[in-house]
């Protein structure tokens, strides 16, 4: 008996669909077994985990307040990957949208202009953008491998924070805390949901989901991306620049990101701290992949990728687990994905004996003759 | 001039878990599998001889455990990207994010734990001669394994049957299908070599250069890895002169000081990743150098009969 992989004759529909919950349930398998390894009565795990975060309105507060930056970025990063832009460098982007923000708001500290928001907001998404178009740059003029540049870039941006929260933008009130005067007011978005931390902030990820289902699915340059992505000998062929491609892809991957870090320091931080992300950046790859590159799929991911992190911290306090363990089932989730995204152009067939008729594969046609 | 030797075994020192790392990936690229999870399996393999060499007391053992969990990581790589013939970028990105993530968790225990670690050598009598005493016996036993593996690795690359067999399958694997050679079973092997290789470069940080685990320490040096395999055009020589190079870089941060710069110790952390973006933008310009250097079926997934 023996297993082979076969290739479709045409891409599974159904295995689509059905690829990104089969990864979340061999997720939830293997957190299964890892409680239970860990010495933890594995339904009082799961109950932890994943009920008992969302089961207040608070909770769903929080639920939603992680999505929000996460569908952001993953809105913007989806852009670039569906025309193979891999832009790897979103936590970095959304560090750079949090600097540009906090320094409008530290700017204009004594103002109290309605405008001052509405200006970090802009100012966050222009932070966003121009540390993307660094590897926009040297890929399109240079050749050199966005992935890797839009990476060391998360570093220096990550650096770059620190030393304006160590130095000059210190708050001198602030105990010599590495962290900037906290924002007053006007600089601060409005809450939404009352009982909760979630702002309207969240409002701006939903209108990025939207705005990425129309551009996607409706807009010319969005055809183009996909094209680009699908075909890109056929892309060239139809006159459609690579350049382009490159730089849109980047750059709406950098805005959402930058997005991303204003809401963050605009909403529940408050000011600019040495650490301004848990790591939404490199989660919203993920979230990007599960939610199959397509809006839709990345709201529903993001909220699975958010509760993954309230679990995280939930455990941390009524499991004594390391929260470290959010970090297991992020790449657990991603690793599952990709390998039941295979059987959507693959398909597994059983062979047995030739004198026992084939009864496994998901084969469609008898097998005639045999 | 003591000095300067002096300063000559940090450079090497500070760039030997590059080198370890980045000679694996080429030889994995070689192959023509274009493995990003470096990362992941430089942290697992450091947590893993971290916590054996803490619990055996035997930091010889940490370093082969090292290996092996980089190899073992790598293996889950190959059975998606070569058996299940999933994207490679994508599937190395999933991988160093997990690799990150499961380091954290498996390293919870021993962050505040010290142990003794792989100390350079100290041979009396040679080890004192001036100028070449240190350069020649001063250095820590991995570093001088780090020169075994890159004899070796050229050796084999260049000098033997297999190793050809490694290149062709790397360039045409097609072809080298038609002849007869078993290249999915070749590509498993140089996938689990870079991985035991990255999980030895990790190794050598958590228990010779720096002898203590902390989340994340390799602190990017497996992303600067796979820069350093393009910027050498996948020539091993290349690799050691480059990786040194980024040692250099990289000890700027503690010699500056010495020498009394003002600057910022951000800024000169920032420096190695600075100078990856830069020298990758160089050496990538001349497309056509990096088109013929490159194996040519790098990232490819290979489906005989395709």
Redesign the interface.
């Known amino acids: 008996m023996r297993i082979r992989?076969e290739?479709r004759p045409e891409p599974s529909r159904l295995a689509g669909w059905l690829s990104p919950l089969a990864a979340a349930a061999a997720t939830l398998v293997v957190g299964f077994l890892l409680f239970s390894a860990l010495g933890k009565n594995p339904w009082q795990a799961f109950h932890v985990f994943f009920v008992k975060p969302v089961a207040t309105l608070y909770g769903l507060g929080e639920l939603l307040l992680k999505a929000g930056p996460l569908m952001l970025c993953a809105v913007g990063l989806a852009a670039g990957y569906r025309a193979n832009v891999?832009n790897?460098g979103a936590e970095g982007q959304l560090t750079m949208g949090a600097i540009f923000g906090g320094g409008v708001a530290l700017a204009f500290h004594d103002s109290t202009s309605p405008l001052v928001l509405p200006a970090m907001i802009v100012a966050g998404a222009l932070g966003g953008m121009a540390w993307a178009a660094?590897p926009a740059f040297?890929r399109t003029r240079?050749?050199?491998?966005e992935?890797?540049?839009s990476?060391?870039?998360v570093?220096?941006a990550t650096?770059?924070l620190?030393?304006l929260v160590?130095?000059p933008w210190r708050d001198p009130e602030g105990f010599n805390f590495p962290q900037s005067k906290l924002f007053n007011d006007v600089a601060l978005l409005p809450n939404l949901l009352p009982e909760t931390r979630l702002n309207r902030g969240f409002l701006l990820a939903l209108a990025a989901i939207a705005a990425g289902w129309v551009f996607m699915s409706k807009s010319l340059v969005g055809y183009q991306m996909r094209v680009a992505g699908l075909a890109p000998a056929a892309a060239n062929y139809a006159g459609i620049s690579a350049t382009r491609t490159v730089w849109f892809g980047m750059l709406a991957g950098g805005a959402c990101a930058g997005l991303a870090g204003v809401n963050e320091i605009a909403g529940p931080l408050g000011q600019l701290q040495p650490s301004v992300s848990p790591g939404y950046g490199?989660a919203a790859?993920?979230v990007a992949?599960v939610g199959r590159l397509h809006p839709l799929g990345i709201l529903f991911a993001s909220l699975l990728m958010s509760l993954l992190y309230l679990g995280g911290e939930s455990a941390q306090m009524g499991l004594a687990l390391?929260s470290?363990?959010?970090?297991?089932?992020?790449?657990?989730l991603?690793?599952f994905l990709?390998?039941s995204?295979?059987f959507i152009?693959?398909r597994l067939r059983v062979l047995r004996s030739p004198r026992s008729p084939s009864a496994s594969g998901r084969s469609p046609l008898p097998r005639a003759g045999r | 001039m003591d000095h300067i030797a002096e300063l000559l075994v940090l450079t090497l020192a500070a760039g030997t878990p590059l080198v370890f790392a980045a000679l694996g990936e080429l030889v994995t690229e070689k192959s023509g599998v274009l493995n990003?999870g470096v990362e992941g399996m430089m942290l697992v393999g450091a947590v893993a001889a971290f916590a054996v060499a803490a619990t055996t007391r035997n930091p010889w053992l940490g370093v082969a455990a090292g290996m092996l969990a980089g190899a073992a990581l790598s293996l889950?790589f190959a059975v998606?990207t070569l058996?299940?013939?999933?994207?490679q970028?994508?599937?190395g990105?999933?991988?160093s994010?997990?690799?990150?993530?499961?380091s954290?968790?498996v390293g919870?225990p021993y962050v505040s734990i010290v142990i003794d670690g792989l100390k350079p050598l100290s041979i009396s009598g040679l080890s004192d001669l001036p100028l070449v005493g240190k350069l020649l016996f001063g250095h820590n036993p991995l570093v001088y394994l780090s020169f075994l593996l890159f004899v070796a690795i050229q050796w084999f690359l260049y000098r033997t049957r297999p190793g050809l067999v490694v290149r062709a399958v790397g360039e045409s694997p097609q072809s080298a299908h038609a002849i007869g050679y078993p290249v999915v079973r070749i590509r498993y092997l140089a996938v689990l070599f870079g991985g035991a290789c990255s999980g030895l470069g990790g190794a050598y940080l958590a228990v010779a250069y720096t002898p203590l685990w902390v989340?994340g320490m390799t602190?990017?040096r497996g992303?600067?890895a796979?820069?350093l395999v393009?910027f050498a055009t996948w020539k091993p020589w290349r690799v050691l002169a480059g990786a040194y190079l980024f040692g250099g870089v990289t000890l700027a941060q503690f010699q500056a000081q010495a020498l009394g710069v003002e600057m910022?110790s951000?800024?000169l952390?920032?420096l190695p990743?600075?100078a990856?973006?830069v020298v990758?933008?160089?050496i990538?310009?001349d497309?056509i150098t990096?088109r013929l250097n490159a194996p040519a079926s790098l990232g490819k997934p290979f489906?005989p009969g395709s």
Do not use: C, K
């Not at chain 2, 058996?83 to 994207?87: C, F, G, K, V």
């Not at chain 2, 994010?97 to 499961?102: M, Q, T």
């Open positions: 992989l290739p891999w790897i660094i040297l240079f050749n050199a491998n992935i890797l540049v990476l060391m870039l570093y220096v650096y770059t620190s030393l160590h130095g490199f790859i993920i992949f390391p470290a363990v959010t970090g297991l089932f992020q790449g657990a991603l690793f990709l390998a995204d295979v152009n693959y | 990003l889950v998606i058996s299940l013939m999933a994207n970028v994508a599937s990105l999933a991988l994010l997990f690799g990150v993530g499961l954290a968790f919870l989340e602190a990017g992303w600067i796979l820069a393009v910022p951000q800024v952390s920032m990743y600075l990856t973006i990758l933008a160089l990538s310009r497309a990096i489906h």
